[in-house]
């Protein structure tokens, strides 16, 4: 058989077209368009920040809500929305002045009557928040646009409490919304922030996207940490959810998506090889692992106990399979975290590289412990924790413990967490989690640094700390808030509230095409350019 | 016929209760708590009390059941504890996907699996029968993600062909919702080729080894009239129900392939709801997934009198 040139070069067309046909369909579906970003986040499941605690919800909030105060890059508290602020001589009346130019998405001015409502309903549920309102004497509008805060005797955080981005932050709702109970969550994502929420392309669990506000009117000083001028520079955000970490990472490498938030530790070295793509480090303090005991059971009731826990823990082995890159990885000694200004060095001589072991187990014999069941929660799709756990199970039954993961979804470890029974009847023993270590550096409100009996998992309980702790919120100068939270820690590690395990610092990943992005805990979308 | 599809019919509406009931209670004995997912770590018990509460979770579980069966008799399938959408608003957004994947991959699967059935058969023993027979085989074992993510590696990291994931709507336009479902349709359509034409040929063999084929070839048929007009129609009836089977089982079974190829389907739904304890969600995917599935049977069953003439209902 003979093929002839006209042959050849008709098989050849065809060919050619065939192969191209997809790339020609894709390139009709996908149009290169550097004012969209996509970015792959875990999608928000409650959309009132100020009922959903998870820090989705709180990133959710900082897109389309506005706050009265925001941290610089230092964290300190500038403001936002206020535009004049004053205090009394006496320190008790705060007087506050909203800027022009504040409009909600729906097109409404924003007023302070909506300032007020929201700093109710917070205050109904965040801890900050309750101070405040305990503290508070009357919280009122003047006019449009003033609002004062009188207070029954001096509160000196109070600016810092207003500007926290500890969950939930104060963020400013519409009146209406605002005046429904903390519990009765707000389905309407109207707020007056820089992005708007676009209800119609939302696609609950898989997609959603916001628009850029174009009414929005920017500070004039520049963008700062969450403070300045949050200038917005594209047009649409989408966050997708993509549950496969490798296919998240293949769309990254495709260009189909622009920003990833949590990449896998596995794939670091699958980024970095890609001349295409970037791993940055947007919360330089990352998040502080921290194991909680249930001081209200056996055996974790007994000091001894914790000690013989603090003792047994050996960080670099813990942060070796719970932020396997050395790179990202720390030892943390301070309650108040490694990057906070009050981290300190007090009563930290437990510190032993490699732990303790045989200490631990005398310790524990000195605690009378007679084999009782030590239930660890184990969240397995939750990696970090669940191979945290694991081995935490390992070095207790090496020690003699009788240790037992309670395996469960995330979902079944906080119901669990709740109950402050025995772990007979269906209580625990010890939990792993984490919180950011930014959040260390302000003991009003970290979950971790409560020691009332009453706050987070573990319910840790000492007067004398606690003592200390309520005179946080009256200490004004730095000076002073380092003495006391010396003090402070070296009352912790006496009793043992929690025991650290490590901080993880967890890049984002990114294509280089993405820059500008802003290096602070949480993923704020304004500043961002795509090229 | 009319009063065997009016009986089915009623048997679905039982099948569909009692999966409702059995879900139901499975869930709420099941450990994990809506409302302390939806409050998050920092939530505080006066918090989680007031969801609980706002969510009807406090009331007693026999109040639960029958304040959720008069709404699902009504046709509300409730709203989802987290988005505060109705349910049935979720399942039909993401119901597209679902079915356009499922469709595909079926009519993919059955095209070329029983073409390579019939190919297996007709040449059984040789080349083409053992290789045809190895790709079944292959196609059995080789797990859906692995294939998913060869096929990712190959035609869209490395070549850019076809995209990595994602799903677009047919409103679209063909094109793009053509070119997202074609790796998809390959990951989950091998398995499923592969099980197809192992029935086709086994089927097909046995019917070719009967007397009346026999006769037929003794009264000179051709190679094609022996196979299409006397072999593939009275081995008609196992592969129609293997086809049957196999969609209703790739319905409910698309969520690997949802997951690796991002494909925002019910099967993702369903998976996200019970990791929320999402219950109106899981309650009615579940029930209306049980409802597909004997209604999927039945057409099946009736496809039978196609086929064989001695059915008959």
Partial sequence: MTISRRDFIRVGMAVGTAVSIPSILRAQTSPADSRTVRMVMYPPTVFDPIVGTDDVSQNHGLAIYDTLFALDSKFMPQPQMVGKWGVSDDKKTYTFELRDGLGWHDGGPVTAADCVASIRRWGQVASGGQLLMERARDISRKDDK??????????????????????????????????????????????????KFNEALAKPGASFTYDRNEQYVPRGELSDGLAGGKLVKVDRVTWINIADQQTAIAALQAGEVDFLSTPSADFYSVIESD??????????????????????????????????????????????????????????????????????????????????PERAKQLFKEAGYAGEKVVILDPTDWRAVNDASQLLAAELRKIGVNAELASSDWGGVLERQANKGPVENGGWSICITSDFDFTQGDPVTAVFLDASGEGFAGWPKNAEYEALRARWADVETLEERKALARKMQGIWWDFIGDIRLGQAVLPIARRKTLTNLIEMPRIAMWNMQKA | ?????????????????????????????????????????????????????????????????????????????????????????????????????????????VTIGVSFGILAAWRAGGLVDRILTAFATLGFSVPVFVVGFFLIYFFAIRTRWLP?????????????????????????????????????????????????????????ASSYSMLFHHALKNAGVPILTVIGISFAYLIGGVVITETVFNIPGVGRLVVDAINNRDYPIIQGVLILTSGLYVLINLAVDLSYTLVDPRIRY
């Avoid at chain 2, 006066?46 to 008069?70: C, K, N, S, T």
Wanted: proline share 6%; net charge neutral.
């Fill in chain 1, 146 to 195: 003033t609002f004062t805060i009188s207070l029954k005797e001096p509160l000196g955080v109070l600016i810092d409490l207003l500007a926290k981005v500890s969950v939930p932050s104060l963020f400013i709702m519409r009146e209406k919304d605002a005046t429904r109970p903390a519990a009765d969550r707000v389905t309407a994502s109207i707020g007056s922030g820089p992005f």
């Fill in chain 1, 275 to 356: 001349p295409n793509l970037a791993l940055q480090v947007l919360d330089k303090g990352g998040q502080d692992m921290c194991l909680r005991m249930n001081f209200l059971q056996k055996p974790f009731d007994n000091v001894k106990a914790r000690q013989a826990m603090l003792h047994l823990i050996d960080q670099e082995a813990f942060l070796r399979v719970m932020a396997p890159d050395p790179k990202y990885a720390y030892t943390v000694t301070s309650i108040f975290g490694n990057g906070t200004p009050y981290s300190n060095d007090e009563n930290t001589g437990w510190f032993k590289r490699g732990g303790d």
């Fill in chain 2, 1 to 109: 016929m009319a009063i065997y599809i009016l009986r089915r019919m009623i048997s679905t509406i039982a099948v569909m209760a009692m999966v409702g009931i059995f879900v139901f209670l499975l869930l709420r004995l099941a450990p994990g708590d809506p409302a302390t997912i939806i409050a998050g770590t920092k939530g505080t018990p006066e918090m989680i009390a007031a969801i609980r509460e706002q969510l009807g979770l406090d009331q007693p579980l026999p109040v639960q059941f029958v304040r959720w069966a008069l709404s699902v008799l009504g046709g509300d399938f409730g709203v989802s504890m987290f988005f505060g959408r109705p349910v049935l608003e979720l399942i039909s957004q993401r119901l597209e996907a679902t079915i356009s994947l499922s469709i595909l991959t079926m009519a993919v699967s």
């Fill in chain 2, 164 to 220: 990595v994931q994602g799903y677009e709507p047919i409103e679209h336009g063909i094109g793009p919702w053509l070119v997202h479902l074609i790796l998809p349709t390959v990951t989950l359509g091998i398995p499923y080729i592969a099980f197809i034409a192992r029935v086709a040929r086994a089927s097909l063999l046995e019917v070719l080894l009967e007397d009346y084929m026999r006769t037929a070839l003794a009264k000179g």
